[in-house]
């Protein structure tokens, strides 16, 4: 495959994002380190690559059309990375607000990802509702996933429907913002 020279940079960076996620990913789920136990990292290593390729396959899938989505594409891949990352070092048991700013970040680059792939093709306020719509399904699934991943055998099921509903209002907060950033920052005039 020829790497355009005018995409070359975004090529590489989308690159350098997913291959950073699967070598965390490797690294949290064999590593034994204690920050890994009980994050469900196996789940993690089976699912998170498979969302990181979810563009690629779709661009393929529909005839592999020249002007391939990378801002899309890491748009998506991040807030995969960003909870690698925040495992890896230990952020989410070692700063208390760690997990409330990954939902409102991760949801903003998540539901960008659809922002930045109907900008093109759609009106201000069909992207606004669609980039908020995605975020906020998304949100949910999530924690449908996170609370049978690991929270409904552990002992943060206590303290689960509060920080569940903080989270589901951080998503779509994010959500929200990206939507707004998509669908109504200015826009280049076609020459």
């Known amino acids: 495959m020829t790497i355009p020279s005018s995409h070359s940079a975004a090529f590489w960076l989308d690159l350098?994002?997913?291959a950073?996620?699967?070598?965390?990913?490797?690294?949290?789920?064999?590593?034994?380190?204690?920050?890994?136990?009980?994050?469900?990292?196996?789940?993690?290593?089976?699912?998170?690559?498979?969302?990181a390729l979810v563009?690629?396959?779709?661009?393929?899938?529909?005839?592999?059309?020249?002007g391939y989505p990378y801002l899309a594409d890491v748009l998506l891949t991040l807030p995969f990375l960003v909870d690698t990352v925040g495992n890896a070092l230990d952020l989410y048991d070692t700063i208390e607000w760690w997990d409330d700013a990954n939902h409102l970040v991760n949801w903003?680059?998540?539901?960008?990802?659809?922002?930045?792939?109907?900008?093109?093709?759609?009106g201000s306020w069909t992207i606004l509702?669609?980039?908020?719509?995605f975020g906020a399904v998304t949100a949910i699934l999530w924690e449908i996933s996170e609370y049978y991943a690991f929270i409904r055998n552990s002992p943060e099921l206590a303290t689960a429907y509060v920080d569940t509903l903080g989270d589901l209002f951080l998503g779509l907060t994010g959500s929200f913002l990206a939507g707004l950033a998509f669908a109504f920052?200015?826009?280049r005039r076609r020459v």
Do not use: D, N
Not at 39 to 50: C, D, E, H, N, Q
Not at 55 to 65: K, S, T
Not at 129 to 133: C, D, L, R
């Open 55 to 66: 563009i690629p396959v779709i661009w393929a899938l529909r005839g592999r059309r020249p």
């Open 129 to 133: 509702a669609f980039v908020v719509g």
């Open 16 to 18: 350098a994002v997913k």
């Open 185 to 187: 920052a200015p826009r």
């Open 20 to 51: 950073a996620l699967v070598g965390l990913l490797a690294f949290g789920a064999f590593s034994g380190l204690q920050q890994f136990e009980g994050k469900a990292f196996v789940w993690r290593l089976a699912t998170y690559p498979i969302a």
């Open 108 to 122: 903003a680059l998540l539901a960008g990802a659809m922002g930045a792939i109907c900008r093109p093709r759609a």
